[in-house]
């Protein structure tokens, strides 16, 4: 039994959603059959077991599913990277790029100490826009993000280089082609 291949066919894609040209890669089929979501944890964990990795941090909302996992199998912290003003605590931002404009992510001033492990864990890496907003903002906290982990790689998107370029190892499960 092949694993990628496996996890590659629990994956669902919906063509031009949610516009034209989009081939859009829906991990939920994929976190409801209950292999394949042990299996995409399990493989998402593997590197990192026994590195003493303190905290996972995820960002909103399908990076909190395999993220929360994750972190509970390392025996790590969590924390939730969000969208601007949902989080009830002190926050630091970062202005991040979307494919049109700009937005905005948090997390609590306190979610990090400096020098701690963390590794950052989403479904899915594009333009990687949204992981290297992520990454800074932990950086900038004086995290040492030691990966960022994802289930999908878009490589024609250049989303992993982008993350590379800030001195973070990119792993990913699968990639498929296009956009
Ligand atoms: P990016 O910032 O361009 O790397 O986009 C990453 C975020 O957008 C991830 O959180 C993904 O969940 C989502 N995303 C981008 N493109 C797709 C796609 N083709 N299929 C599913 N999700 C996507």
Not at 119 to 145: F, N, P, R, Y
């Amino acid at each position: 039994m092949n694993l990628i291949a496996d996890l590659r066919e629990a994956v669902r894609t919906i063509p031009d959603y949610p516009k034209p040209g989009i081939q859009f890669r829906d991990i939920t089929t994929l976190l409801g059959q209950p292999q394949a979501f042990r299996r995409a944890v399990d493989e998402l964990v593997q590197p990192w077991a026994g590195q003493r990795i303190e905290k996972v941090a995820g960002m909103e909302a399908r990076g909190f599913i395999l993220g929360g996992a994750v972190a509970h199998q390392l025996s790590a912290g969590f924390i939730p990277i969000r969208k601007k003003g949902k989080l009830p605590h002190a926050t630091v931002s970062i202005a991040y790029s979307l494919e049109y404009g700009i937005d905005e992510m948090e997390m609590h001033c306190d979610a990090v100490s400096k020098g701690e492990r963390v590794i950052l864990v989403d479904d899915l890496i594009a333009t990687g826009g949204t992981a290297e907003g992520a990454v800074k903002l932990l950086q900038q906290q004086g995290a040492d993000v030691v990966a960022a982990c994802f289930v999908i790689d878009l490589p024609e998107l250049g989303g992993a280089k982008k993350i590379e370029a800030l001195g973070v190892p990119v792993r990913t499960l699968m990639r498929f082609d296009g956009h």
